[in-house]
């Protein structure tokens, strides 16, 4: 039983588009999907880092490919599907919708300018990779796997955080309306939702005396690890999670189901 459940978690022979992949989640996916044996195409905004990035899983015997792309720009996101079709002879079974951008202004002092920037690179961007990316599977006739990197802010608000809250909420929503019009296609479409993930950008902040009082709020009193979205991740990636599509996996030590 054990070796069929690895079989079936495995990604060989498998291509992947990762979006936001230069740094943070985004980075650690490409190697928890490159490790399950999956070829990767790693894109972001800048193309140092994503070549770094590169290099890194070329040395563990991963296939790579890197493409600049902004979300932002259509035009951009056709050209990195194209090169990957180009590089990789087919398109992707997978594709990851990480790229995403907040700030911590309160929306009386945002600028509306900073507002939509964030709607369109974490709603708008990902409606665009996730268009592109139907639109190759559907013409390769395999099917395939999209999974939205959404958030439990999302689900539930906090202070200060207006924009990303909408843009994350109407990322959930979308990936439920695209999971259904795209089932006929065999496209899956899904949403990881993670908590508070301590990454090197916080680790700062939740030392800090108001970082320790969030951290006790999460009922199991601790952060999560980007280790700790492993094996959703997989799950949503593989043949193990070949029929769910619509759900939103939570990743959060109980957050979401901690009292008002």
Not at 48 to 76: F, K, N, Y
Not at 177 to 183: H, K, Q, R
Not at 189 to 204: D, H, K, M, R, S
Request: charged share 20%; hydrophobic share 45%.
């Amino acid at each position: 039983m054990t070796a069929d459940i690895e079989k079936r978690l495995r990604l060989d022979g498998q291509v992947a588009l990762i979006t936001g992949a230069a740094s943070g989640l985004g980075a650690h996916f490409s190697h928890v999907l490159g490790s399950a044996g999956a070829s990767l195409m790693l894109t972001g905004r800048r193309l140092g880092p994503l070549e770094t990035q590169a290099d890194a899983l070329r040395a563990r015997g991963v296939r790579v490919w890197v493409s600049a792309m902004d979300i932002r720009d259509e035009h951009d996101v056709n050209r990195a599907f194209e090169a990957l079709a180009a590089e990789a002879g087919r398109s992707p079974d997978i594709v990851i919708n990480n790229a995403g951008i907040t700030d911590t202004t309160s929306a009386l002092s945002r600028d509306m300018d900073a507002w939509t920037d964030i709607v369109d690179t974490n709603l708008n961007g990902a409606m665009r990779v996730s268009r592109a990316a139907a639109q190759a599977m559907q013409a390769q006739g395999t099917g395939g796997a999209i999974v939205n990197v959404a958030s439990i802010l999302g689900l539930r608000v906090a202070g200060h955080v207006a924009a990303y809250s909408a843009s994350k909420a109407g990322l959930i929503q979308l990936t439920k309306s695209l999971a259904l019009e795209w089932a006929r296609h065999d496209i899956r479409v899904n949403a990881l939702a993670p908590g508070y993930i301590e990454t090197p950008l916080n680790q700062a902040f939740f030392q800090s005396e108001q970082g320790q009082k969030l951290i006790k709020r999460i009922p199991q009193r601790r952060l999560g690890a980007p280790e700790s979205l492993d094996g959703p991740l997989l799950l949503l990636c593989s043949e193990a999670g070949r029929y769910m599509t619509g759900s939103v996996l939570t990743v959060d030590g109980g957050h979401m189901v901690s009292s008002l």
